[in-house]
């Protein structure tokens, strides 16, 4: 009767925790919304009210009557919500960092002001200012991240009084478990306490890091039923998974969520969990694969190249002109090149060397001075001296915006290799094809053509590819300017 309790205390407990989730969801995304209208309210206040008397240079023109904003709130409302729920922000993880909450809401409120923008322009919203998008889009940031910081606060207070926990329990006595117990230990902010451990069929020990080893696998039945459990943590090997089907399908009956913590000792990549038809699959990347960054990396790229090519074309137009007149050949140099994967695209390159330059490469192959498959020389011959102009300043690298237009390339990313270099690469300096190759990248901003090593340059480019953020893009792509206006280590 005692066991039949427990049990049901904790299927009552495990339904008031996933309730209690529900609850605190809905109020969090009231609390959003209403925060939301309170910055979009507070916006036109300061636009209409303040601007014209504090800095009438920017806010020259009255603003129109808020009666005229307040019909278009409910489509900010919708727009912000949508955004909220793909970036999962009103999903309950405890484990998640603040810093993870913070930068959510940054891409809500960018994203939601610049679909309001499009939005405004699309539907002649001649009242939509950016001025207003502006202001907007700052004080809706603002007040979420003084909501997350303020829910982070209560939410230590509330744990520290001991409400609002999960126990959970540890299936596994190896390095790897104890690792897991640590860190939990680490963070009592979480909301987590540790019950104990449950060890593989065999001897154990009485404790493990001060916490009692509660039984073998054979008892976890018993012990699943004696104490109030609410997640069991599987840190098993490869090997003992397989054992352990029963406790999985244990776990399941009794509405217990079971997690497994995989452990390949070897293995650099990031682990992500996705499903195929309801089969889960495992899967190991290096390159990013959070869909709203990458998208806005594709969004990025699309928007800055078709900019440059209208913008930039006197300058290619004068620079077509420049390389006609000066020698023979095309204006144009096209040359095949591995992008993604290994996917072969052809690149484009304002020719700055004589016509049939490649049939004379292993004339001047003696002149190369970086290690490895790739070929650079300062004082190649086969350079006219238009060309050099336009090496020096980049001014041969910009048909490629046609490439990122074209999503053969990106602005920032690994230079894009030559079939022959790709077929001598080393199997580690193959991962460097794992992202789509770039304009620019680590390596042109590290001085280009006075890195002679070839696999400091593959280095370079595989720490870019591990470390990648849009943050990152946005400071390459800034020292990019200074680096070309001082022609750094151009060849």
Known sequence: MARRCR??????????????????????????????????????????????????SLFPTELYPLTRYLGLLPLVLAIWTFLLVAREAYTSRRTVALSHEVWQVVQVAGAGTLTLAAAGWLLRLDFVSRPFLILFGTIDLALLVAEKVALRLFARHVRRRGYNYRTL?????????????????????????????????????EQVLGLPVLGSADDLPRIL?????????????????????????????????????????????????????GIPLLTFTNTPGAPFPTFVKRLLDLSVSLTGLIVLSPVLLATALLIAVSSRGPVLYRQVRCGLNGRRFTLYKFRTMVEGADAQLDAVAHLNEVSGPAFKARRDPRVTWVGRVLRRLSIDELPQLVNVLRGQMSLVGPRPPL?????????????????????????????????????????????????????????????????????????
């Open 419 to 491: 079939p022959d270099e790709v077929a001598r690469y080393e199997r580690w300096q193959l991962r460097r094809l794992s992202m789509k190759p770039g304009l620019t990248g680590l390596w042109q901003v590290s001085g280009r053509a006075g890195l002679d090593d070839f696999d400091r340059w593959i280095a370079l480019d595989l720490a870019y590819i591990d470390q990648w953020s849009l943050w990152l893009d946005l400071k390459i792509l800034l020292k990019t300017i200074p680096a070309v206006l001082s022609a750094r280590g151009a060849a």
């Open 7 to 56: 049990r049901l205390r904790t299927d009552a407990e495990g339904a008031v925790l996933k309730e209690r989730a529900k609850v605190v969801a809905y109020w969090v995304w009231t609390t959003d919304l209403v925060l939301t209208t309170l910055a979009f309210l507070l916006a036109w206040w300061i636009r209409s009210q303040l601007g014209p008397h504090l800095a009438p």
């Open 225 to 277: 039923q004696d104490e109030v459990v609410d997640e069991v943590i599987f840190v098993l090997s490869r090997r003992q998974l397989e054992e352990f089907e029963e406790s999985f399908l244990l776990c399941s009956e009794l509405g217990i969520r079971a997690r497994v913590a995989l452990y390949f000792p070897h293995m650099k990549a990031r682990v992500v969990l996705e499903e195929l038809e």
């Open 169 to 205: 329990l540890i299936v596994g006595i190896n390095p790897r478990s104890e690792e897991v117990a640590r860190i939990i230990q680490l963070h009592p902010h979480w909301g987590l306490k540790l019950l104990g451990f449950v060890a593989p069929n065999g001897e154990f020990p």
